[in-house]
Nanobody
């Protein structure tokens, strides 16, 4: 089992920044690829960003490329999502998720463990 807890969400004006954290406990964190997904009310869960076990390879949704940065600190069992130049359409609940294999990282159903999520609200 891997337990994931997100933090860092909040309310910010358009153009602002937030940094989300995903703290993991349980099994060896470095054995898992980590992804961030978001879900707005009435919408499907959407892939945001992911990185591989070592953090050496990352992938981003086109909608956040150039604005968001995913990173991980395996010594701290934590993954971060730095979000800059936020837009109202970034408003959603953000979830981190873990999966053992570093393949198909954009597909939500492939992840084994999920956090409860943290709310991000961007005002115009």
């Amino acid at each position: 089992q891997v337990q994931l807890v997100e933090s860092g969400g909040g309310y910010v004006q358009a153009g602002g920044s937030l940094r989300l954290s995903c703290a993991a406990s349980g099994r060896t964190f470095s054995n898992y690829a980590i992804g961030w997904f978001r879900q707005a009310p009435g919408e499907d869960r959407e892939f945001v960003a992911a990185n591989t076990r070592s953090g050496g390879s990352t992938i981003y949704a086109d909608s956040v490329k150039g604005r968001f940065t995913i990173s991980r600190d395996n010594a701290k069992n934590t993954v971060y999502l730095q979000m800059n130049s936020l837009k109202p359409e970034d408003t959603a609940v953000y979830h981190c998720a873990a999966r053992y294999y570093s393949t198909s990282l954009t597909i939500a159903r492939g992840y084994d463990y999920w956090g409860q999520g943290t709310q991000v609200t961007v005002s115009s």
